[in-house]
């Protein structure tokens, strides 16, 4: 059964500081590269990060506007990813998605989702 299940977001001033962790069936999480997206209000998804399942280092990739101040991670022993998130900014107010794939490398469509969890930077 596919599970993905956010959590960790929530209100936080300008240059605060979230973690949210995404909580996988071991049959979506097993072998599969992980992504977290966002959607702010009426705009369309995009890309936050991804990371591979060996995870770390080389493995990861994060978008152009959150490099430097987001890290995405996973531990693969309890089936989670994280997303940590430093320096928030009003603009990355959203909701989050985690996301995973059929397969190993990070690079790729994702077809299963999260229910999301909104994040709300404020000025």
């Known amino acids: 059964q596919v599970r993905l299940v956010e959590s960790g977001g929530g209100l936080v001033q300008a240059g605060g500081s979230l973690r949210l962790s995404c909580a996988a069936s071991r049959r979506t999480f097993s072998g599969n590269a992980m992504g977290w997206f966002r959607q702010a209000p009426g705009k369309e998804r995009e890309f936050v990060a991804a990371i591979s399942w060996s995870g770390g280092g080389d493995n990861t990739f994060h978008a152009d506007s959150v490099k430097g101040r987001f890290t995405i991670s996973r531990d693969n022993a309890k089936s989670t990813v994280y997303l940590q998130m430093n320096g928030l900014e009003p603009e990355d107010t959203a909701v989050y998605y985690c996301?995973?794939?059929?397969?190993?490398?990070?690079?790729?469509?994702?077809?299963?989702w999260g229910q999301g969890t909104q994040v709300t930077v404020s000025s």
């Open positions: 996301a995973a794939r059929d397969g190993e490398r990070w690079r790729g469509l994702y077809g299963y």
